[in-house]
């Protein structure tokens, strides 16, 4: 569902769009859609701006992704509120860095005649997900040599932590041994 400006310049626009998994593309392979993502809201120009846009709403979707320590699936319902503010892209014809304002931060920007309501809903959830995905507290997480899941059955490996740190030392004593 694209959300232009012409229109959005004539009046507000409120969307109540279900999304079936597959359509949005999340650009990571470890992240998938497993229900259909439900969005409602509404969009409008902001009167007193050069075409800067508010979207106000809320989504509901399942997603899973791969803990970050096991590798197992893990799921997420995300039940989220959101309201965005984009501006549209300005080219600086200097060349230089733009400085942002401290408003600046909290808003996106969109290039074009409008934005993509997909597009808005995938930043939205892949910022919502936690930075640190994991199938539970207590994760133990595989093993770096055979790959056994810890949380299964642990392994007869002999895996301690090397210090990197120490490695061209570790080099040398070897250089110095041969």
Not at 71 to 76: A, G, S
Not at 143 to 170: T, V
């Amino acid at each position: 569902m694209f959300l232009s400006v012409k229109d959005l310049a004539v009046r507000e626009i409120h969307f109540s769009k279900d999304f079936p998994p597959g359509e949005i593309d999340f650009l990571e392979e470890n992240i998938r859609q497993v229900t259909p993502l439900h969005a409602e809201g509404v969009a409008e120009l902001i009167s007193e701006s050069l075409g800067e846009i508010r979207m106000q709403g809320k989504l509901t979707v399942g997603m899973e992704c791969d803990c970050d320590r096991c590798l197992e699936p893990v799921k997420f319902e995300l039940d989220s509120p959101f309201d965005l503010y984009y501006q549209p892209v300005v080219k600086d014809e200097s060349g230089g860095e733009i400085s942002l304002a401290e408003g600046d931060t909290g808003t996106s920007f969109y290039e074009g005649g409008g934005i993509e309501l997909g597009d808005v809903l995938r930043e939205h959830i892949l910022l919502t997900l936690p930075m640190q995905k994991i199938c539970r507290e207590d994760c133990k997480g595989i093993c770096s040599q055979c790959g056994q899941n810890h949380n299964e059955a642990p392994c007869d490996c002999n895996a301690k932590p090397g210090d990197d740190r120490w490695s061209a030392l570790r080099e040398m004593k070897l250089n110095l041994e041969k």
